[in-house]
């Protein structure tokens, strides 16, 4: 026995020996000539991960949940209208954040494995006046991949910002944030950027700056305020120290790494592989007789998937996994987090690591009672690695 398991959930993912290695180097001053020219690659190298040219790029301490509140805190202003595009437990949170900061928002909620098209979200904006839009590129409680680059086209075409939360997607989903009409993209380090916990990352467009610069009310969030962490940002990328608040130095480190391997792999290779795993995976499940949450197979993620319990199984089913060596997530849906689980596939993740998914997944069934021969899953998931 190893004694290790494999971590199969959206986040934290497993990280490289190599970005894990840089966490363990000695912590250097944050003004060490060293780090300020780590940190001035890792905003540099962000603009590409994020395919965010000319944006700004803002690195934080702190959890995604962070990068949400400094794009909300520093976009919006008080008695401004949004529109979430809502599909599930992110939308929720991200209109609570702006409740709380007097932006009202408004719900474009869909069923539950379902989200608004651009063509229902134009609808939406046609007679109404809102000043952004704002919307979860890949669900992490329902799976479901939302059409970025529709819905923010149409955004532009009402002359909205458009905000993007990225958490689950960033660096393994296609954003081309630029070309995409994306104002704000934003995510944390542990999903499929590969770094550990703690970093919460954004990038910010021209006009997205803009609107920044013309707010009239003061930003009601003192950490984040753009103002205090501009000046941080322009000269890390000059390569110089700067201080506001200490930067998480080793984050920062194991940040340049896993960014230097997402960049060395290719933006379109890592995209590729992405979806490469993810369908053989789901070839995997579909021959298992599991159904996915999303209810069409063109809003299934490329970085996770949710797959609804089969007639006879409960939640136990996660812990079986987990007695199988892979940890898999629960449900995060309130309405149906007892009905399903999720299981992510991002970040440095191998087609072995599918299969050692799978195969403990068909274990657990086996010993949960379920129905159907062992191996069909991995046969169906063989064959689809081995077609592309
Ligand atoms: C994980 C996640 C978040 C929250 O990130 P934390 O790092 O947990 O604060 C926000 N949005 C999405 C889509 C996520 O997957």
């Known amino acids: 026995m190893k004694g290790r398991k494999l971590l199969m959930i959206p986040g934290p993912i497993e990280f ?6 840089a966490m363990s180097e000695p912590t250097t001053s944050h003004v060490a000539d060293e780090f300020c020219q780590c940190f001035g690659e890792c905003l540099d190298m962000m603009l590409d991960v994020f395919m965010a040219k000319d944006h ?14 400094a794009a909300v805190a520093n976009l919006l202003e008080p008695g401004e209208r949004v529109l979430v595009v809502n599909s599930g437990y992110f939308g929720d949170r ?8 007097g932006v009202e928002s408004e719900h474009l909620r869909s069923p539950i494995g379902d989200i608004a098209s651009a063509a229902e979200v134009a609808e939406s904006l046609e007679n109404e006046d809102y000043r952004a839009v704002v919307l979860t590129h890949v669900d992490t409680s329902t799976a479901v991949q939302a059409d970025v680059e529709g819905i923010c086209r149409v955004a532009k075409e009402a002359g909205c910002l458009t905000i993007v ?11 081309r944030t630029d070309s995409w009409g994306v104002d704000v993209y934003l995510t944390a380090s542990q999903k499929a950027l590969g770094t ?11 006009e997205g700056m803009k609107a920044f610069y013309r707010r009239k009310a003061p930003v009601q969030n003192y950490y984040a305020d753009f103002d205090n962490w501009l000046p941080v940002m322009h000269a890390y990328r000059k390569r110089e120290g700067a201080y506001f608040g200490t930067p998480a130095v ?8 896993s960014l230097k391997q997402i960049l060395k792999e290719g933006m379109q290779e890592r995209f590729d592989r992405h979806l490469h795993l993810a369908g053989a995976f789901r070839a995997g499940t579909d021959a298992l007789g599991l159904k996915t949450v999303p209810v069409s197979k063109d809003l299934l993620a490329p970085t996770l998937t949710a797959l609804y319990y089969p007639e006879g199984i409960d939640s136990q089913l ?20 007892q009905r399903y ?9 191998t087609e072995s690591d599918i299969i050692a998914t799978l195969a403990a997944i068909e274990r657990a069934l086996s010993k949960s009672g379920y129905d159907f021969s062992a191996g069909e899953g991995l046969a169906a998931a063989e064959r689809e690695l081995l077609t592309d």
């Open 16 to 21: 490289t020996p190599k970005v894990l290695a």
């Open 56 to 69: 700004e790029p803002f690195v934080l301490a702190g959890s995604g949940t962070l990068a949400m509140d």
């Open 94 to 101: 991200i209109g609570n954040m702006m409740n709380r900061y």
């Open 165 to 175: 939360d990225g958490v689950c997607g960033t660096g393994g989903a296609e954003c």
């Open 196 to 206: 550990p916990p703690g970093l919460a990352l954004l990038t910010v467009s021209p």
């Open 250 to 257: 080793n984050l920062i480190y194991a940040l340049n790494v």
């Open 318 to 337: 996660v812990s079986r996994i987990e007695d199988e060596g892979v940890l898999v997530a629960g449900g995060l849906h309130s309405e149906i987090k």
């Open 341 to 349: 689980f999720r299981v992510g596939h991002m970040g440095a993740h």
